[in-house]
């Protein structure tokens, strides 16, 4: 039987969210899974790999990510177990690692599948920021996959068979490209494209201190908060936080738009979520005409009163 | 130092887009744009001359005919010298990316490659990593931030959270231009009569010797996602009305 390789995205020795999606897919393949992670405590993360076929742990007394010993290593892993597929997660690592791999071990990758037919050998994707999808067949005997987060269903497992572990070390090859450190940001920020509730501003929100209600709610829902465009280039938010074609494209539960209009550009980035609040006091706005629930109004007195009626429920 | 920018021609962002026998964009009407992350790249580009004046910027693109535009564009921004690499041919990331480094490679000496860390069509984020291990020189995608000192390349690259890692590279490498990196600047009227007169360079893929295109990655069809329908505007008293959200978003839609 064919074998798939998961890489199991670990930050700071913690799981991402969505590599559970990754695991649950990888099963649905029928095939043989094997899980990659770069951890020295594997206890702590076995729970999330019940039902693999194999685990292979990757040891180091430092196992910070140089993308150059990640990728040598996983290259390695791939020709020695003979993985014919590996799936991972379309996060900032996952879009820096897959595609070295994909060139050091001549595979084919697709970034950001939102869709995966084993059988019929077909991944949908999203192109032009999501205003359209394509369905890409590949031809290749070894197959690359990120799959873009929050999109693919999660199933427990029922497995009682223990994985077999096998430990292997990093490979240190010379770094072309070194990693000195991380710079934290000044917040915590919950990362977007991951989050399950974003709220956004945009240039009805007047100026950058006026974030801070956004901010403020984010911290009560464990929220992101994103912004438009027209937000970042006047100043009111950082690019990181920018929603849309040239930002980011995301996918929570929630998404709530205040004094946003809705450019076909920004809705590119977020179309996907699962329900769109729109708050803005033109009427007319387009972004209505995408939201599921809209509230016309001024969002100088609306966000403040949602976050009232919000608290209620959170504070309960 | 001799700088090559890699730019990708795509229709504009606000360019109404329809699907053509399924698997291509109808191109009747559209506008077409730099990539908004290759203009990143070339104004990188730019700004590096500005401080190493006798370095050489030449911009280098792989599509049909209709790319010289874009090329034009580049060049009245400041570059110095264009490639074309003209064919209309479909083309994985995979074989442009060879392509393009076949080109760079047989110009002789490169230092420093700026390209986009994704052209907003295809949205593949691949092309400039495969660039970089094919000409097996160390790459950064998503940078904001860029530095160059003594062959030493200092980058800053977004990652998830809002974090940033500073990484530490050898010329020559390859730069994935991010947003937050520059403001591109506008041609100015001078640049882009200038522009009119530089020569671009054509080539074939013939004349980088490649004779057969290996795409291992077949688009079966391209398609517009459904539509979402229509949602509600709840009306009234503002007060009330937040109340009815919230309730809605908890008890109706469960988000809460």
Redesign the interface.
Known sequence: MANIGVYVEL?EDKSKKSNKEAISLAKKSGKNVYAIIFTNNLDQHLDELKGVKKIIQIKDQDLFYQPDYYSDTISNIIKDFNLNDLIGIC???G??LF??I???TDA?????CIDIDFENN?IT????????????????EFKMYTIRPNVFPVHASDSEEEPEVITKELNKIEL??????????D?????L??AD?IISGGRGMKEKENFKMLEEIAKL?NAGVGASRAAVDAGFA?????VG???KVVNP??YIACGISGA??HFAGM?TS????AINKD?EAPI??????????DLF??VP??KK??EK?YTE | MNIFVCIKQV?D??AT?S?KNGKT?NEDGIKWIIS??DEHAIEEALKLKAKIPESNITLITLGPKRCESALRGGLAMGADHAIHIETEEHM?N?AIAKALAIAIKQEGNYNLIFIGKQA???????TH??LA??LG??????V?LFNYESEKVFV???????????????TP?VIGA???LNTPRYPSLMGMMKAKKIPIKKLSLQDLEIDEID???????????AE?P??????GD??D???E??K???DE?K??
């Not at chain 1, 072309?176 to 940001?185: A, C, D, G, P």
């Not at chain 1, 917040?187 to 990362?191: F, L, V, W």
């Not at chain 1, 950082?238 to 920018?242: I, L």
Request: hydrophobic share 40%.
């Open positions: 930050k996060s900032a690592q879009k820096d595609p070295r994909a060139a050091k084919s990758l697709v970034n950001d077909l994707k999203p192109v032009f920021a999501g205003r359209l999808l394509t369905k890409i067949r590949v031809e290749d072309k490209t070194r990693i000195k450190e991380i710079v934290k940001s917040s915590k920020k919950i990362d494209t991951e509730i829902l950082t690019s990181d936080m920018q074609q040239t930002g539960k929630l076909i550009q179309k699962k329900v769109i609040v009427s209505f005409k995408k939201a599921d629930y809209g509230i016309v109004g007195k609306v009163l949602l009626e919000l429920i | 229709p962002t606000e887009l699907v964009i908004p992350y994985d995979r907003i069509d295809n949205d593949s984020y691949l990593i495969y291990e094919n020189i160390p790459v950064s995608t998503n904001t800053e690259r977004e990652i998830d959270g809002g974090e940033k890692e500073k990484i530490e590279m050898t490498c991010a947003k937050g795409n291992k990655i077949i688009v079966e069809k391209l398609f517009a996602p979402k229509q949602g509600r505007v709840i009306e503002i007060g009305a937040v109340k959200l919230v809605a978003l908890k839609a988000v809460l």
